[in-house]
Structure formats: structure tokens, C-alpha cells
């Protein structure tokens, strides 16, 4: 039988071993520390959009590419298939987006050019294989994919 080599989680070693209760929390603290911060920064930003006047009319794309564990499952990094590493945020508004709407369809972040094309009025490439997120936001009108394929 062949052997079979996994690589380690390199991510995994720049924390600190043992994991601690205190070692997690304080984690847990630098991070939701550097969420404020950013959430901060975006306030101002959709603060000076709305002095502009220009927040009627401006689409705005937040995502990331990951999130992290902070301890869950022993894991802090983010190389992992749990939901804390795999379920990143995506937020869009805009002109006919209602606000606090959720939708639970699967997407790619890839489909976020896609949609910025389409903002854009601009046509998707034709060797893209990925889609607009406004049908999603606006009306429902389209669902996601079947399903996804995507790694940490």
C-alpha cells in the first residue's frame, strides 16, 4: 500500500503552543480589535459618500478570502474546511438592493468581477465562467450554483 504525505498546516505553527484558554481569548481579542478598526474605517468612508451625495447612486463590494478559526476546533488559522475558514463575508448595496436582505444561495467570489462588469455595463468576458450577483440581489430572479469548489 502506498504511503500518503500530508503536508503540515504550516498556519498553524505561527500560534503559540500549547493553546491556552488565555492564549484563544486573547486571540479572539487582537482580532475582534482589528474588525472594529476596519469597521470604523468603512463608516468613514460610507460617511464622506453620503456628504458627497453620491451614496444613492454607488454600489458598494465588501468581501474577504477567509475567515480565521480562533480556537475552534483547536485550530486558530484559517486552513481548515470548518464554516469559521470556509463562509466568507460578502456585502453588496446599491441602487436596488434592499437593505437586510440575505441570501443563502451559493456563490463565488470570482462572480464579484462579474458583477462589477455588469455595474459597469460592460459584458462579462465570454471566457469567464462566472455570474452577476445583481439578479441574486435585486429579484431573485436567478439562483446559485449547484454547488462549490474551493480550498484554504
Known amino acids: 500500500m502506498a504511503k500518503i504525505y500530508l503536508k503540515s498546516n504550516y498556519n498553524e505553527k505561527l500560534a503559540p503552543f500549547p493553546r491556552t484558554a488565555y492564549s484563544i481569548k486573547v486571540n479572539r481579542q487582537e482580532y475582534y480589535a482589528l474588525i472594529t478598526h ?3 474605517q468603512i463608516g468613514r468612508i460610507l460617511d464622506a459618500l453620503e456628504a458627497s451625495g453620491k451614496a444613492k447612486n454607488t454600489y458598494i463590494i465588501f468581501t474577504a478570502d477567509h475567515g480565521l478559526a480562533l480556537g475552534d476546533h483547536g485550530f486558530v488559522g484559517k486552513q481548515n474546511m470548518y464554516d469559521r475558514s470556509i463562509r466568507v463575508p460578502l456585502l453588496l448595496a446599491g441602487p436596488g438592493i434592499k437593505a437586510g436582505k ?4 451559493k456563490v463565488y467570489l470570482q462572480d464579484v468581477m462579474a458583477t462589477s462588469l455588469d455595474i459597469a455595463g460592460s459584458n462579462v468576458i465570454k471566457d469567464v465562467d462566472f455570474n452577476s450577483l445583481l439578479p441574486l ?5 436567478k439562483k446559485g450554483y449547484k454547488a462549490v469548489y474551493g480550498a484554504t
Open 38 to 40: 476596519m469597521d470604523n
Open 102 to 105: 440575505v441570501i443563502q444561495e
Open 137 to 141: 440581489c435585486k429579484n431573485n430572479s
